[in-house]
């Protein structure tokens, strides 16, 4: 059972353009949605996360949208850039036992000149 | 300072053989996690370590995967008589405490590759 589901699987967006991935959750336990950015060969490294006691968080180009009653949450990437090329995952824990993470199924970025 | 580091990046085993894969997590920090990555897909919880307590293993595919960090620092995620199955990313991640919203650190990876 996939607990966080994620699209689309793959983007291209133009340079300077605005990058939106979607996902979804289903544990109403989880309280925690971290987004995590991976380049070839690297591990994920967070992004930006957000609390589900607030609606959107920004941190310079990247904002977090996040919808409670629709279970639903995304990133938003402004002024796409080429170094943004990436696989971006969602992610989610709850809380006790640690933080344990799960992802999305990933969504590869590609911003073009 | 240094991050994560893991050991060794790529690793190509023979069906049957035992592999051990090496993780060091960011010095002080109190959790560790391995996660598995396949091809194309996002990472999978496999076991968490708060120290040298190993509290969840609910993601361990099987008992011939065995993971143990015996004093709360370096940890080891052993695999006995490898299947091509497991060929795949094993990440190891590190975080500081041990709230659900701390950040995790992750290291490179190794990368297996059973034949």
């Known amino acids: 059972q996939q607990q966080v589901k994620q699209s689309p699987q793959s983007l291209i967006v133009q340079k300077g353009g605005i990058s939106i991935i979607n996902c979804a959750y289903e544990?109403?336990?989880?309280?925690?949605f971290p987004w995590y950015q991976q380049f070839p060969g690297k591990g994920p490294a967070l992004l930006i996360a957000?609390?589900?006691?607030?609606s959107e968080k920004k941190e310079g180009r990247f904002t977090i949208s996040f919808n409670k009653s629709a279970k639903q949450f995304s990133l938003h990437i402004m002024d796409s850039q080429p170094g943004d090329s990436a696989t971006y995952f969602c992610?989610?824990?709850?809380?006790?036992?640690?933080?344990?993470?799960?992802f999305g199924t990933g969504t590869q970025l590609k911003v073009e000149l | 300072g240094a991050g994560v580091s893991q050991s060794p990046r790529y690793k190509v085993a023979k069906r049957g053989q035992d592999v051990a894969l090496r993780c060091d997590p960011i010095?002080?920090?109190?959790?560790l996690f391995w996660y598995q990555q396949a091809l194309g897909q996002g990472p999978e919880f496999l076991t968490y370590?708060?120290?040298?307590?190993?509290?969840?293993k609910s993601g361990l595919p099987s008992d011939r995967f065995f993971a143990e960090r015996p004093e709360g620092s370096v940890s080891t995620l052993k695999i006995q008589r490898t299947q091509q199955e497991d060929s795949a990313v094993y990440l190891c991640?590190?975080?500081?405490?041990?709230?659900?919203?701390?950040?995790?650190?992750f290291g490179p990876g190794t990368r297996l590759l059973v034949l």
């Open positions: 370590f708060q120290n040298e307590a190993q509290l969840d």
């Open positions: 957000i609390r589900p006691d607030v």
């Open positions: 010095s002080g920090h109190v959790s």
């Open positions: 544990n109403t336990a989880f309280d925690y």
């Open positions: 992610a989610a824990s709850k809380k006790g036992g640690g933080n344990k993470l799960t």
């Open positions: 991640a590190s975080s500081l405490g041990m709230a659900s919203s701390g950040t995790q650190y």
